[in-house]
């Protein structure tokens, strides 16, 4: 698996075909951005909390997504 990782914004498909081809041998990841928008519904917390550990990143990469069109992350050791 990768440790670093390419997240490429949807409305750049040129962009992520080119990263996805030049870095094919690099044994970087290159994906598309998958979020459609917040998932959680409600302002409320789940009344039972089921994770035992915050699996979102402590940064935003929307910024990087809507400038370059494309953010580099590294993936966290386990």
């Known amino acids: 698996m990768a440790d670093l990782v390419f997240i490429v914004s949807r409305s750049?498909?040129?962009?992520?075909?080119?990263l996805k081809h030049f870095w094919a041998d690099e044994?970087?990841?290159v994906i598309l951005d998958r979020r459609m928008g917040e998932r959680r519904q409600s302002l409320r917390p789940p009344?039972?909390?089921?994770?035992?550990v915050e699996r979102?990143?402590?940064?935003?990469?929307?910024?990087?997504l809507?400038?370059?069109g494309w953010a580099l992350v590294r993936r966290p050791a386990r």
Not at 56 to 62: A, F, K, L, M, N
């Open 47 to 52: 009344p039972v909390e089921r994770r035992h």
């Open 66 to 68: 809507h400038s370059p």
């Open 27 to 29: 044994g970087r990841d």
């Open 56 to 64: 979102r990143r402590q940064y935003d990469i929307t910024q990087a």
């Open 12 to 18: 750049e498909p040129k962009q992520y075909m080119y």
